[in-house]
């Protein structure tokens, strides 16, 4: 009769276990959905072809106009949310790559354009006693002073004209 009884004590454990797991599942689940529709809702203000607005921003910032901002804020806003998610993710033991989340976010914001953004985004309310931003601003902070974005365009375009005068050679 003991023995029976802890056998269904066990089992109540081990499904009281699972529901919590399957509710923290179900969490993940929402705030990757709600996270992913904010990331298309930003997507969708880039336009069709944001790439010289991009450019402008590492090139000329400063004659960007309001509605070259709004791109480039919309461009920068899909960056900071997919790092969030995958923080998150790896926060709940669900890293897909290791470290992924800090190239992404160095690649983005390793200009000056996106570190003033990224100064301005943090002064109108964002909550940094949050855990997931502090650490998007530990990461975004740490590429202050860079210009790693500039600097691999054109790190690439070099590689390429070298690439392209070994081959006429």
């Not at 089992?11 to 276990?17: E, K, P, R």
Request: charged content about 20%; cysteine-free.
């Amino acid at each position: 009769m003991l023995v029976s009884h802890l056998g269904i004590l066990a089992g109540l454990i081990l499904v009281a276990i699972q529901i919590d797991q399957e509710t923290q599942l179900t969490r993940i689940q929402i705030f990757s959905d709600a996270t992913n529709a904010r990331i298309q809702m930003h997507e969708s203000m880039l336009g069709d072809n944001p790439a010289p607005i991009v450019m402008k921003s590492l090139t000329d910032p400063e004659a960007l106009s309001l509605e070259e901002l709004r791109v480039m804020d919309a461009y920068l806003l899909t960056a900071v949310n997919e790092a969030r998610l995958r923080l998150v993710l790896a926060q709940e033991g669900l890293r897909v790559n290791s470290g992924e989340e800090e190239n992404i976010l160095f690649f983005y914001f390793g200009n000056p354009f996106a570190q003033a953004w990224w100064r301005q985004f943090t002064a109108d309310g964002e909550d940094m006693s949050i855990e997931i931003n502090a650490e998007l601003d530990r990461i975004i902070r740490s590429a202050e002073g860079s210009d790693i974005t500039l600097g691999f365009f054109r790190g690439l375009g070099e590689r390429l004209n070298m690439q392209s005068t070994l081959a006429i050679e």
